[in-house]
Nanobody
């Protein structure tokens, strides 16, 4: 059974930086970070395929970076120049389907970590 545990969420000022961490019990084909703000749908933020290919949502390109450490079985989301609109619960997730941000294609999820950005 896949287990994912996120950490690293915090309250920061606009323009600040955070790194989120997702520890897992194994390394999986495709992994992604999603976020969900109150009253909004869950949206894909960044994903990394098994071969290392990275994809980002338009509004985080150039500000966020996704990486993984296979030896530590850990996924990271490096977030820079944070904006108030980045405020959300952030989740990591696993999929056997390449190249998608469709939440229904992700079969395992962590419990989330809260990021709050104040102006």
């Amino acid at each position: 059974q896949v287990q994912l545990v996120e950490s690293g969420g915090a309250s920061v000022q606009a323009g600040g930086s955070l790194t989120l961490t997702c520890t897992t019990n194994g390394f999986h084909y495709n992994m992604a970070w999603f976020r969900q703000a109150p009253g909004k749908e869950r949206e894909g933020v960044a994903r990394i395929e098994r071969d290392g290919t990275e994809t980002y949502a338009e509004d985080v390109k150039g500000r966020f970076g996704i990486s993984k450490d296979s030896a530590k079985m850990t996924l990271y989301l490096h977030m820079n120049n944070l904006r108030p609109e980045d405020t959300a619960m952030y989740y990591c997730a696993v999929s056997h389907v390449r190249g998608t941000f469709q939440a229904s294609r992700f079969t395992a999820w962590g419990q989330g970590t809260q990021v709050t950005v104040s102006s």
